[in-house]
């Protein structure tokens, strides 16, 4: 069935330092990749996505690279701050619709 | 506008009581997903609705675990003799469309089952 692989689970880093989140995904068919930031007591919510037309894409500090051909997928945030401190999901779909499906979630602590 | 709203926010019940569980998506969303998360676990699909097509079941744990959509709208996830195990947060989703689209989460809804 359906798996989403995501790396680490947990990552500490220094502020100012890059963070890299990573995924592997099993269905060949999934060509949707959000990522997603949840903070402790709220829901998730998206912050960057990526589709399987382009091999890269970036939003500030937050920048998504795919590898259709190995299935997997990473998360890059630059000069990280003390408020990108959060859980980090990864998920994939197939682009006809149907189940988002997760990784395990990757806690980042940011220290100041 | 509003966002994913669900009710209520804490639910404590007593184990092999029932429980009813409450999402009310964006208006004009066509697509509905439920997940469960227990603490400090990823989220697992329970159950996704799409338009008039017959729905996704293929992530609820049990047939104590069922869930309905009216009018394309608003959506009960309905948790019957409830376990200890049954213990987490559930989250509601939708999205515009099934295909390719941001989903926005709502809030949660936590259960603890005593």
């Known amino acids: 069935g359906e798996n989403v692989e995501q790396h680490p689970s947990t990552l500490s880093v220094q502020e100012g330092d890059s963070a890299v989140i990573k995924c592997t995904y099993s269905?060949?068919?999934?060509?949707?990749f959000p990522w997603y930031k949840q903070e402790l007591g709220k829901g998730p919510q998206l912050i960057i996505d990526?589709?399987?037309?382009?091999g890269e894409k970036k939003d500030q500090r937050i920048a998504v690279t795919l590898n259709k051909t190995a299935k997997h997928f990473s998360l890059h945030i630059t000069e990280t701050q003390p408020e990108d401190s959060a859980v980090y999901f990864c998920?994939?779909?197939?682009?006809?619709?149907?189940?988002?499906?997760f990784g395990q979630g990757t806690e980042l602590s940011v220290k100041p | 506008g509003a966002g994913v709203s669900q009710s209520p926010s804490n639910k404590v019940t007593e184990k092999g009581k029932d429980v009813e569980l409450r999402c009310d998506p964006i208006s004009g969303h066509t697509a509905l997903y439920w997940y469960r998360q227990s603490l400090g676990q990823g989220l697992e699909f329970l159950i996704y609705f799409q338009g008039n097509s017959a729905p996704d079941k293929s992530g609820l744990p049990s047939d104590r675990f069922s869930a309905e959509r009216t009018g394309g709208s608003v959506s009960t996830l309905t948790i019957q003799r409830t376990q200890q195990e049954d213990s987490a947060v559930y989250l509601c989703?939708?999205?515009?469309?099934?295909?390719?689209?941001?989903?926005?989460f709502g809030q949660g809804t936590r259960l603890t089952v005593v």
């Open positions: 269905d060949s068919a999934s060509n949707y």
């Open positions: 989703a939708s999205s515009p469309q099934g295909t390719g689209t941001e989903a926005f």
């Open positions: 998920a994939a779909r197939r682009n006809q619709g149907g189940k988002l499906i």
């Open positions: 990526i589709r399987s037309n382009v």
